[in-house]
């Protein structure tokens, strides 16, 4: 309940109006030749990273807004940039 | 029991009484009494009896570190009475009593103490095992606190309130109140949150010099003076911190006055730095009876003399060690009690004008002595004094025995913070080794005493709260620094932990009942870590969240096994002080919305279900299978507010390219006067809503969405968009637009009389959809639909014109006798023609294919990616997956519930809705089944939990069970 996110429109709000949209994963397959066990991969394997990690957001109860962002999810706090571009 | 009357320091108004029940007397007391307070100056000594032993406890400090003085007050139990001012009318009772707290009948186990070692119950009563719960239920019988009754309604409004602030500064004394100048001096807003009715901290009853001719109660009343003339200072008292969080995110919970709006808040700040300074409290002195009624601690002794008016007692003794005790002794005795002596721990290092004063009035002080025992059983009569190393001893009578062995710094906020705290030799304090992130600590937490040491402290930690912001530079804060260094500093601290005594009646925690002894003996059994000593022992565990045990338990452990390393204290968790759950709970405010309709539903007799978000009408008569709601919609006309549908615009250059990601039919082949029903899909092929889509233009569409799915649409299409960069727009205009659905052979005679437009069959066919106006005015988007299926028109109306438009519908159709029908008149009509309602006909596993819906699908249309196509593709050919059919049970009589399940010897799906049809005459329904099971024909079995293992039989049989053609929807 401590996290703070940066809604690119509404700037810095509050953790409880945003919805988690999961890791970015990069855009959806292209369905040709893909196998089933890709597609699952995709949809259903996160890396779980212990750390810095760029992830999706949904600014629910503001501009309704998805944008991507840096968390670390060991202090839970959102971060300017990935790990080891510092 | 008299008052000391007109102090400028007392916090009670003697002009104004307060009444409050107790042990069936009523006693007086005054406002701004404390409960505790007022029962101690009715001569109630013994408030509760301990939680093991059945000692008598009472008084001992006024912050509510124990759980002495917890009480049942108005029905609730645990009710720390020094914390809560007296109301009029208050019931208080005694807790943990059999019999009467002056003559419990349990007191006898205090002598049993030897059959209970630390960490018994652990190791005896579980062995056999059927012993347990028989032991179980007699100790909780025998020990405890308060009980409650299940049925127990808590009473009293709870709210929440949520707050940011540039600095937050925990703790309203001189060092928190200078912190709080400072920065705000600077324009910044600033909260003090303050866990005392008011402002002051310990300078508010001592007499002290702050400087010549000026009391330090005086300076902390000419300080809070200006903190709340403050405008940007917001001052909560009666609030205290029980959290920290990242981001320097504070909560606490606050006690509304009588006429606040609340009886308690939740409280969250989220504030860019904090300031915390919570002071000291007193570290107990342990030595055998510690606890009995007439010890308390020198803090408690002062302010009940000089805040509440009260002499604590009539001759006493002062066990203490530090000036402050010294100080008190003094004050009180010249307000008028007897001193018999002070023993001092400390050899030397006192402060040599209290020396003189106190030499002055011929008070005895013995240096290097300590308080050994205090005697009789239910109230000091007696103190046993001895040196240090216990080899000199003397007797004094007394009734009253002020000890306190030193301070402790209150690190509960920093160590929630994340901060490592270490022990200082010098202070005996643990102070921190790093604080946190824009956390700052300031005052007598910080190991000074000296008045302007603590306001100098103050003012740093106010700078250096604001340069963390960036509202100040750093050489603001040198400076103050620098002119803080030249202060007094630190003090030093007595470290004595226990006087020279065995401990087997020498509480280290009162609330648990622990003594020295157990600690003892689970350090010989082994346990070398505060952390396992005090979860084996359950020092540190009750009520008072370790206010007493906290600093001395890691303290005797360390002297106890002699350790070479320093003392570590336990951990600390929030909520740091109890707090209500119902503050937790909050307000609960009961939220739904209502259509534009609701007050002419609920004239026209709607019963109505919270449904989702909604307010909704679900019958319109007593009789709940609606029957005649039903056949007036076959054979005549009705009318339904369908408003709560999702509604929205989506329009834009790429918004074609949207629709074909989200819906899996293919949008490309609209066309504009017609109506496409269609499905969405999660990832997994399993359906998540559907509805309609129009083409209202280029580029411009309207789509209807499922009630309960209306507010996660545009966050679904924009998530699944979310890469590509598409230019399009969503308008939600659920709340907007209101929907009449009017179905019935008659639908057409009744529209046809208020719409300008031809709505005859030829011009306006099923599955069309046209815009024309009510009356020249009112904008109407109508389509033929056929949910319930006969012949239906769906009008979606500007909500500030839907009352007009139903009105109007309503006089047009009088001549037919029109009439409501309700959300389960249409959920039986639409089943009658196997049209599925999702999240009833589905659930979160079921896809496109198991509702027969496959048809929908363009498999064609892989460029567009489509949410769903993937896993659709794989499902065709899984032969494990339930589908959707038609049953009829053989009992016409008797349908099965809706979530019935299908079984044999095992569980083979389940009825999604079934109802008696009036129409047919038969009990129909929809339900999903292993696929071995759908053929037509086959037979099922329902199991129902009132059943009586008798199960209800059924037969797959195809759908629709009325108008197969669908003749009547297209008249």
Known sequence: MALTLTCPICGKRNGYEFRYGGEDKGSRPDEKGLSPADWCDYVHMNTCTAGVQKEWWFHRDGCGAWFSTYRNTLSNLEVDRPEDST | ??????????????????????????????????????????????????????????????????????????????????????????????????????????????????????????????????????????????????????????????????????????????????????????????????????????????????????????????????????????????????????????????????????????????????????????????????????????????????????????????????????????????????????????????????????????????????????????QVTKVTLATLDGTVKRHIPCDLLVASAGHTPVNGPLILAQTNIAYDNHSGFFLPKKLPEKMFSAGWMTGRSHPQAIEASGQVAGLKAL??????????????????????????????????????????????????????????????????????????????????????????????????????????????????????????????????????????GGIFRNIGVWQRARYFSSDFDCKDEILNVRNNVGLLDSSTLGKFRIFGPDALKALQRLYVSDMSKLKQGRIKYSAMCNDDGCVIDDGIVIKRGDNDYYVTTSSGRAGNTVEWFRYHTRYDGWQYHMVNLTDAMGVINISGPNARKVLKKIADADISNNAFPFAGYREFTVKNTIPVRAMRLGFVGELSFELHVPSSYMQSVWDMLMAAGAEFNIKNFGLEAQNVLRMEKGHIILGQESE??????????????????????????????????????????????????????????????????????????????EAVGMALVESQLSKPGSRLEIYEDECNEIRLQARVVPMPFYDPDGQRMKM
């Open chain 2, 467 to 604: 340069a963390a912001i960036g509202v100040t530079d750093k050489t603001a804060v040198f400076a103050a620094e620098k002119e803080a260094a030249a202060l007094p500093g630190i003090d030093r601290g007595c470290k004595l932990v226990t006087a020279p005594v065995k401990g087997r009646k020498s509480f280290i925690c009162f609330d648990e009942d622990t003594t020295i002894k157990n600690i003892k003996q689970a350090i010989d059994m082994g346990f070398d870590v505060p952390e396992l000593i005090k979860r084996f022992t359950s020092a540190g565990t009750g009520p008072g969240q370790g206010g007493i045990p906290g600093h001395n338990l890691p303290l005797f452990v360390s002297k106890y096994t002699a350790s070479a390393s320093k003392p570590m204290p336990t951990a600390v968790r929030p909520p740091l002080v109890p707090t209500l759950l119902a503050t937790y709970a909050g307000a609960h405010h009961h939220m739904f919305k209502r259509t534009p309709l609701h007050a002419s539903q609920k004239k026209g």
């Open chain 2, 1 to 378: 029991m008299k008052r000391l009357r007109q102090f400028p320091t007392l916090h009670i108004d003697t002009n104004e009484t307060r009444s409050l029940k107790y042990r069936g007397k009523s006693l007086q007391g005054f406002a701004g009494d404390t409960v505790a307070t007022a029962l101690y100056a009715n001569g109630i000594r013994i408030f509760s009896r301990s939680l093991k032993y059945h000692r008598p406890r009472g008084l001992y400090n006024l912050d509510g570190e124990s759980s002495n003085t917890c009480m049942e007050v108005d029905g609730v139990p645990n009710v720390r009475t020094e914390n809560t001012l007296l109301k009029d009318g208050m019931v208080v009772k005694a807790q943990n009593v059999k019999g009467s707290v002056d003559h419990d009948l349990m007191a006898f186990i205090d002598k049993l103490d030897w059959l209970m070692p630390a960490g018994f119950y652990y190791k005896t009563m579980h062995k056999p095992a059927a012993v347990w719960p028989v032991a179980m239920k007699a100790i909780r019988k025998a020990a405890g606190v308060g009980t409650i009754s299940a049925d127990y309604k808590v009473k009293g409004r709870y709210d929440e309130i949520f707050l940011t602030a540039d600095v937050c500064v925990i703790g309203g004394g001189a060092a928190g109140m200078m912190a709080a100048l400072t920065a705000a001096e600077s324009g910044v807003r600033v909260i003090v949150l303050e866990s005392r009715p008011h402002l002051g901290g310990c300078w508010d009853y001592r007499t002290g010099a702050y400087k010549e001719n000026k009391p330090l109660f005086a300076r902390a009343r000419e300080l809070a003076g200006q903190v709340e003339n403050t405008s940007n200072i917001r001052v909560f008292k009666q609030t205290s911190m029980v959290g920290a969080y990242n981001n320097n995110l504070i909560t606490a919970f606050q006690v509304g006055k009588s006429n606040d709006a609340f009886t308690e808040r939740y409280v969250e700040i989220r504030s860019k730095s904090v300031v915390v300074a919570t002071g000291c409290i007193e570290r107990p002195l342990i030595f055998e009876n510690n606890e009995r009624p007439g010890v308390m601690q020198v803090a408690c002794a002062h302010r009940l003399a000089r805040s509440y008016g009260l002499l604590p007692g009539e001759a006493a003794v002062f066990s203490i060690g530090h000036d402050l005790g010294l100080e008190a002794a003094l004050d009180l005795f010249d307000l008028g009690l007897k001193i018999r002596c002070v023993a001092d721990i400390r050899e030397d290092g006192h402060d040599a004008g209290l020396l003189a004063a106190l030499a002055e009035r011929k008070i005895p002080v013995l240096k290097g002595w300590v308080a050994a025992k205090a005697h009789g059983c239910k």
């Open chain 2, 844 to 921: 979160q596993r079921t896809n496109l294919l198991d509702l027969g819906l496959g048809f929908l699908w363009d498999r064609k249309k892989t460029a567009a990616k489509t949410v769903g196509a993937v896993a659709l593709r794989q499902a065709e050919n899984d032969p494990g997956r339930f589908k959707l059919v038609g049953i009829r049970m053989q009992d016409d009589a008797r349908a099965p519930r809706d979530g019935a399940l299908i079984v044999d010897t095992h569980v083979r799906g389940y009825v999604a809705t079934a109802r008696k049809s009036f129409t047919t005459g």
